[in-house]
C-alpha cells in the first residue's frame, strides 16, 4: 500500500515530525478551552501555512482537527463544559466520574477509545479513498452539479435543530460566494459599486469572523459560567485503569467506530451527531443502561471513538469530489488552493504522494495525541485553568486581526472578518448555522461551474439532471434526506404533547 513508504518518508523527517507534535499539542490545548474549538484554532492559524511547504501546512492542520476533537473531552470531564459540541455527550458521564474522584480514569478511557476511533476512521479513509476515488472520476458535470445539490439539502437540513434556518444558511452561503466577477461573462453580481468587492468575500476572513469572533462574543456573554475544575485527588487506586475495567467498553468503542466513520462521509453531519448517536446506541444496548448518565466508563468510550472515528472518512468526500464533509475540511480547502494543489478525483493522479504523506502524518498526529493526553491529560487542564480570560481573548482578537489582514494584505479582509464575526454571532443566537453557512460558502463555485458546464452539455435544458439515471439517485437521495429530517422532527415535536396527553 502507498501508505507504508510514506510512513517511513514521514518519520525519516524530523522537522516534518516536529510539525505533526506540535499541531497534537495545540489542538489539545485548544479543544480543551471551553468556547474554542479546532476550527477556531485552524482558521487562525492557517495564514501561517502560507509560509509552508504543502505537506506540513495541511498535516498542521489535517493534526490539530483530530487531537482538537479529543482534547473537547478534558474540558467535558473536568469543567462540565463541553470543549467542543462532540464532547457534550462526554460530558454526561465524564463529570460525575470526575464528581466521584475519578476524572484520570475518565480521561484515559476517552484517550483510548478516541485513539482506537481515529485509527479506524483512518485505515477506512486509507482503504477506501481511492476507491472512491475511481468511481468519481467517471462522473460528468450532470452527476458533480446533483452531488453538490445533494450536499446542499444534507448540510441545510441535517445540521442544527431546524431544517428552514438550516436550509437559509446554506442558501446564504450560496449568496455571499456569489459575490465580485461573473466567472464565464466577468460582470459584476452584488458588489453595489463597491471596488473591494469584486474579488469576492476572502475565504480566510470570513471563516476567522465566522469561527473565531463568532465564538468569542458568544463566549463573552456566556462569561462567568464556567464551572470550576474538579481535582483528581491523591487517590491513584480510583484513578488507575485496569484491562478488567476499560474490555466492557470494548464493544462499545468497535460499534462506536464504525458509527463515526459512517457518518464522517457523510458531508456536513459531524462528529457532534455521531457521538450523540453513538451514545444512544450504547446505552441501548448497554447491560446496565441505569448507570449510563451516573458516571459509566462505557458512556465515555462510545461517544469519543465516534467522536474521533470522524475524522479521517470527513476528508473522503474533499479529496475525492472536492466536497467537504466538516467545517474543517472547508478550511482545509482554503490550503490545498493556497498552494496550488487541485482537489477533486484527479488529486489521485496529479498529488497521490502528497495525498498519502497526509494520511500518514494523521496516523503519526493519532499517536502523537493519545500518548500525550494518557499521561498529561489533567496537567493541560491545570494548565488552561491559568490562562485567565481577560488575557486569553484579547490574545485571541489581535491574532486574528492579524491573520485576517496578511491573507491578503487588505485592510477591507479586516472588515470583512469584524462582520463575518457579528454574523457569526447572530447566527448562534438566532439558531441558524454557521457551519451549514461556510460549507456552503466553499461549494458554491465548484456547483455553479458544473450547472453551467451540464446545461452546456444539455439538449433539453434542466431535464438533463432527470434522464442521466446517476444524477437523478443524487436528487433523490437530497429529497429523500430532506423529507426523513422533517418527519424526524416532527415526531420530535409530537411526542411531548402524547406523554403530557397520557
Known sequence: MDVFPALLGVLSDPVLLGWVLLAAVVGMIVGAIPGLTASAAIAMLLPLTFYMEPLPALAFLYVIGKSGRYGGSIAAILFNTPGTAASAATQLDGYPLARQGKASKAMKVATISS??????????????????????????????????????????????????????????????????????????????????????????????????????????????????????????????????????????????????????????????????????????????????????????????????????????????????????????????????????????????????????????????????????????????????TKVLYPVIFLTSFVAAYTSRGNLFDVYVMVAAGFAGWAMRKLD????????????????????????LLSDNGLMIFVTRPVALLFLLIGVTALVMRVRSLNRQSRAPHMETAQ
Open 115 to 388: 485513539v482506537i476511533g481515529d485509527f479506524t476512521g483512518e485505515i477506512l479513509l486509507i482503504v477506501g479513498v481511492a476507491w472512491i476515488a475511481t468511481i468519481a472520476l467517471k462522473l460528468g458535470p450532470p452527476e458533480l452539479f446533483t452531488v453538490y445539490f445533494a450536499a446542499f439539502i444534507v448540510i441545510g437540513s441535517v445540521i442544527g435543530k431546524s431544517v428552514t434556518r438550516g436550509l437559509a444558511s446554506a442558501a446564504l452561503g450560496v449568496l455571499v460566494a456569489m459575490i465580485g466577477l461573473d466567472p464565464i461573462s466577468s460582470t459584476e453580481r452584488f458588489t453595489f459599486g463597491s471596488f473591494d468587492l469584486t474579488n469576492g468575500i476572502g475565504l480566510v476572513p470570513l471563516m476567522i469572523g465566522i469561527f473565531v469572533l463568532g465564538e468569542v462574543f458568544a463566549q463573552i456573554e456566556e462569561r462567568g459560567k464556567m464551572t470550576e475544575m474538579v481535582q483528581n485527588g491523591n487517590d491513584a487506586a480510583r484513578n488507575t485503569l485496569t484491562w478488567a475495567e476499560y474490555k466492557p467498553c470494548l464493544p462499545h468503542v468497535a460499534r462506536s467506530s464504525f458509527i463515526g466513520a459512517f457518518i464522517g462521509m457523510l458531508p456536513g453531519l459531524g462528529s457532534a451527531i455521531a457521538a450523540f448517536v453513538a451514545y444512544g446506541e450504547g446505552k441501548r444496548r448497554a447491560k446496565n443502561p441505569e448507570a449510563w448518565g451516573k458516571g459509566a466508563l462505557e458512556g465515555v468510550a462510545a461517544p469519543e471513538a465516534a467522536n474521533n472515528a470522524v475524522s479521517g472518512p470527513s476528508m473522503a468526500p474533499l479529496l475525492t469530489l472536492g466536497i467537504p464533509g466538516s467545517t474543517i475540511g472547508a478550511i482545509l480547502i482554503g490550503v490545498f488552493l493556497i498552494h496550488g494543489i487541485q482537489i477533486g478525483p484527479t488529486m489521485f493522479l496529479t498529488s497521490r504522494d502528497l495525498v498519502y504523506a497526509l494520511f500518514a502524518c494523521g496516523l503519526i498526529g493519532i499517536v502523537f495525541y493519545g500518548l500525550i493526553g494518557y499521561f498529561g491529560a489533567a496537567f493541560v487542564g491545570r494548565f488552561i485553568t491559568r490562562i485567565p
Open 432 to 455: 441558524f448555522n454557521p457551519a451549514a453557512f461556510v460549507i456552503s460558502f466553499v461549494l458554491a463555485g465548484g456547483a455553479e461551474e458544473t450547472f453551467r458546464q451540464a446545461l
